[in-house]
């Protein structure tokens, strides 16, 4: 083993253990779905619970629900009467999440909603207190506009995949449109005084955002 997944492997063996539930999703996902890495894991779904708990958020967006995975560990953290608002645009997906998110213990606090998030939040009458933004890297600045206007001063985003794999110090290849809409997000956030950010270099890159 490398000397960094030694170091992963010590990580995850010195933080709380995943549920019996979380570990049996994550595998499920890996056995049935395409692209099983897009699903937070192990470490990032501790530390998403850990911020849940941290923020005390009663409303919570996301967007981009793949297998249910962070969307679980989320609602594991949300305190009495909160609700997490979790929105995924591609329809084939719902057979496999939906018996995950509406079997588990936190059923009552998730709402599933199939469709595009871009279309579909501006819609809801509700102001965020936090919002986690896992949805298609092209599309992350306008995403980031829309979901600032739902979310409450003082309230946080967290965004994903902020680093893409050390790609944003790179010169993108002109049809690599992932990498060049995280670099565009992360040159408007950079000058962006409407925020607070710091950018947290875990897994993929995690930026921190709190609205004024
Ligand atoms: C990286 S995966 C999400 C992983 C999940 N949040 C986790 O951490 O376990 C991104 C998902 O976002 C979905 N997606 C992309 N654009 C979206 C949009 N505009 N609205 C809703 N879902 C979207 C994709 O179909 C994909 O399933």
Redo the contacts with the bound molecule.
């Keep these: 083993m490398k000397e960094s997944e030694l170091l992963d492997q010590y990580i995850l063996n010195h933080i709380d253990a995943e549920n019996d539930y979380l570990k049996a999703l994550y595998r499920d996902t890996h056995v049935k779905l395409l ?1 099983p890495r ?4 192990h470490l ?2 501790r530390l998403l619970k850990m911020f849940v708990e941290m923020i005390k958020p009663m409303q919570i967006l ?10 679980l560990c989320m609602a594991e953290g949300l305190q009495e009467g909160g609700m997490l608002h ?5 329809d084939e ?1 719902e057979d496999f999440t939906r018996p995950w998110l509406e079997n588990s213990p936190y059923a009552d606090k998730i709402k599933f909603y199939i ?4 279309q ?1 939040v501006p819609q809801l009458d509700i102001q965020f207190d936090l919002a ?1 933004v ?3 890297k092209r ?1 992350y600045v306008e ?1 980031y506009e829309m979901v600032l206007k739902q979310l409450r001063p003082g309230g946080f985003i967290i965004a ?2 902020t680093l893409w794999d050390g790609h944003v110090i790179t010169t993108p290849a002109a049809n690599d449109y992932q990498t060049q809409g995280i670099m565009a997000f992360n040159d408007l956030l950079a000058s962006d005084d409407r925020v607070e950010k710091v950018i947290l270099p875990l897994r993929d890159g995690l930026t921190l955002i709190r609205k004024k």
């Excluded at 979790?86 to 591609?90: A, V």
């Design positions: 692209r897009m699903a937070s894991g990032q779904g996301e967007i981009g629900t793949y297998s249910g995975y962070s969307a979790t929105f995924e645009i591609n997906q469709g595009d998030a871009m579909l986690f896992d949805g298609d599309t995403c994903d995949n």
